[in-house]
């Protein structure tokens, strides 16, 4: 079965560079999540789409910005990059809504140098 | 405003040990959904269970169980006969129903060892 697939797996940027992780859901899915997850953190909620529509935000920063297209794959474009951003970027789809069960993707490990 | 407490932080079983992973929540939404991952250290997050507030029946599957008390508001996850891969960070989650967040405790890491 199609998983979630996100990409890239690994990223590494300098301060103040800017990145951009995508993620495919699966397919039939109409909403996509975007969760960091720091080092023995907890996966902490960014922001979340229903139909390319935001549909939630979380604790996502002024200098991230994300979108859902139109064939409902969603890009976190990230600027200015902090080294505090290094994290683990998982993106998450599910069928109608934010209370059925998550899929995951396997994360995007960001390193910012 | 919602909140997931999972107080521990760490756990170390024997194989074969029952293990139980405590989960506390707070939410004022009268409909809402509980939720259990296993993100083991591949890194992938798995989703386990979810349950709805009204259904407070208690589910097992396999060598997993969960036990919902909404007087207590807890959701708390025991694994019978605990096995080397059971090893992995196990996080408690909630949502609103009809919400689009879907919120995490800070997880609780279990090792079993052999």
Partial sequence: AAGVIQSPRHLIKEKRETATLKCYPIPRHDTVYWYQQGPGQDPQFLISFYEKMQSDKGSIPDRFSAQQFSDYHSELNMSSLELGDSALYFCASSLEGGDEKLFFGSGTQLSVL | ?114
């Fill in chain 2, 1 to 114: 405003a919602q909140k997931v407490t999972q107080a521990q932080t760490e756990i170390s079983v024997v194989e074969k040990e029952d293990v139980t992973l405590d989960c506390v929540y707070e939410t004022r939404d009268t409909t809402y959904y509980l939720f259990w991952y296993k993100q083991p250290p591949s890194g992938e997050l798995v989703f386990l269970i979810r349950r709805n507030s009204f259904d407070e029946q208690n589910e097992i599957s396999g060598r997993y169980s969960w036990n919902f008390q909404k007087s207590t508001s807890s959701f708390n996850f025991t694994i019978t006969a605990s096995q080397v891969v059971d090893s992995a960070v196990y996080f408690c989650a909630l949502s609103a129903a009809g919400g689009f967040k879907t919120i995490f405790g800070a997880g609780t890491r279990l090792f079993v060892k052999a």
